[in-house]
């Protein structure tokens, strides 16, 4: 029995190799006709392999990339397409576990800087209008959903400052207007009504 084993082990490891060799990765991505640029972790060049839909065999990969099978990188699979937001995935060099491996990815649009600009002016504007009709939950929503789009928008802050002024909460947009002056101290709204805040404080009564 224990001979027979013996025996039947190289049959294993033939199998095993055979398999490997017919391991095969398949790369779709929604929408299609995406290039594929592959590399390994770290390194700065990539490799085109084709694009989507593309199915590689892991020796393709391998030759592809210099593999070797004592190297334990993880391949970086980058889809790209034009007007589509890029995507990366990580995949080990070696054996997925499987004799077909399918990778789908959607491939989100890309936002362009003249739309985000539209949104901006969008959300500020709304905000003032909520501010004036003094609905100031919602003005503090559309300020917010700016700061999504720019965390850095100093305007955007000083509004929100204004807003804590509207309400009365004076420490509130202080700490606005302060925020907005680190990221742009050209605001010279954010500097007059600091200084609005510090002379109510110094003429409140102690």
């Known amino acids: 029995m224990l001979k027979r084993r013996h025996q039947l082990l190289p049959l294993f490891a033939c199998l095993w190799l055979c398999s490997a060799c017919t391991s095969k990765l398949i790369l779709q ?17 990539k490799v085109k392999a084709g694009k989507t839909p593309l199915e590689l065999t892991e020796k393709q990969l391998a030759d592809m990339l210099k593999l070797t099978p004592q190297r334990t990188d993880l391949i970086e699979v980058t889809f790209e397409k034009a007007d589509r937001e890029t995507r990366t995935i990580l995949l080990p060099s070696n054996r997925w576990g499987e004799l077909t491996k399918t990778v789908k990815v959607e491939l989100s649009p890309r936002e362009n800087e003249g739309t985000t600009v539209t949104r901006l002016l969008r959300h500020l504007f709304n ?61 010279s709204e954010a500097v007059q009504m600091l200084e609005k805040i510090r002379n109510r404080k110094g003429n409140s009564p102690s």
Do not use: C, N
Request: charged share 30%; hydrophobic share 35%; no cysteine.
């Open 29 to 45: 991505s929604d929408p299609p006709e995406a290039d594929i640029l592959l590399s390994t972790s770290g390194q700065k060049d």
């Open 127 to 187: 905000a003032r209008k909520f501010a004036e009709s003094r609905q100031y939950d919602q003005a503090h929503a559309e300020i917010d959903r700016a700061l999504q789009l720019d965390s850095t928008l100093a305007q955007a802050m000083v509004m929100k400052g204004s807003v804590y002024f509207l309400q009365g909460q004076t420490t509130e947009a202080e700490a606005w207007y302060k925020k907005a002056l680190e990221k742009d101290p050209s605001q």
